[in-house]
């Protein structure tokens, strides 16, 4: 069926440190890919997403290319904040489905 | 646009009991999907409305069950609640098909616990 698997967590990294955090997926068709963010105590907030392969998505500094060879869809951002510190989700939705799969989502502090 | 409104934000119930989740979505939001996010996972899809339909449903028993309104809102009713039934329960809606899989808005959930 289809899944999303990403990197484990929690990641700690220091103030203007370079990000990535993978993910790849299976899927039977043709998704679309995401990366959501959730800060303490709130719900998902849409980071960036891809639609077909090869797409970039691009949002406030973080940047992840749809790779349909690699099945990968890595999340990176060249110098982190102490604002950015939250749990990122990467997820699919087929173009034809009605459900988003997501991955277990990754912890991320930034320390200054 | 007023964005997906979810209440109540937190609740407590007893195991055995049975509760009411609300979910009021933007307006012109047809379809509107329902997740449950236990504590360190990934949301997990409970079911979708379309037009006040069911048009999809994820591994969940007929206990966890559904309303949706002509007013854009909605509820996600659970039975006989389990421990196993605390986590965040996420709302979210789009627009008709035309926007694209991509137009979901999620509401910022409701906290449940049981005890």
């Known amino acids: 069926g289809d899944s999303v698997t990403q990197m484990e967590g929690p990641v700690t990294l220091s103030e203007e440190a370079f990000l990535t955090i993978n993910c790849t997926y299976t899927?039977?068709?043709?998704?679309?890919l995401f990366w959501y963010v959730q800060y303490p105590g709130e719900g998902l907030q849409l980071l960036l997403k891809?639609?077909?392969?090869?797409d970039k998505g691009s949002n406030k500094g973080f940047e992840a290319t749809y790779r349909k060879e690699t099945t990968s869809f890595h999340l990176e951002k060249g110098s982190v904040q102490v604002s950015d510190s939250a749990v990122y989700f990467c997820?699919?939705?087929?173009?034809?489905?009605?459900?988003?799969?997501f991955g277990t989502g990754t912890s991320l502090t930034v320390i200054p | 646009e007023t964005g997906v409104t979810q209440s109540p934000t937190h609740l407590i119930k007893t195991r055995g009991q049975q509760v009411t989740l609300r979910c009021s979505s933007q307006?012109?939001?047809?379809?509107v999907s329902w997740y449950q996010q236990a504590l360190g996972q990934g949301p997990q899809f409970i079911f979708q409305?379309?037009?006040?339909?069911?048009?999809g449903r994820g591994n969940f028993p007929p206990r966890f069950s559904g309303l949706q309104f002509p007013n854009y809102s909605s509820e996600l009713n659970v039975n006989a609640l389990e421990l196993d039934d605390s986590a965040l329960y996420l709302c979210?809606?789009?627009?008709?098909?035309?926007?694209?899989?991509?137009?979901?808005?999620f509401g910022s959930g409701t906290r449940l616990t049981v005890v």
């Open positions: 979210a809606s789009r627009r008709p098909q035309g926007a694209g899989n991509y137009g979901y808005t």
């Open positions: 307006s012109g939001h047809n379809t």
């Open positions: 997820a699919l939705i087929m173009n034809t489905g009605n459900q988003f799969y």
């Open positions: 899927a039977t068709g043709y998704p679309s």
């Open positions: 409305y379309y037009r006040e339909e069911e048009n």
């Open positions: 891809a639609t077909k392969a090869d």
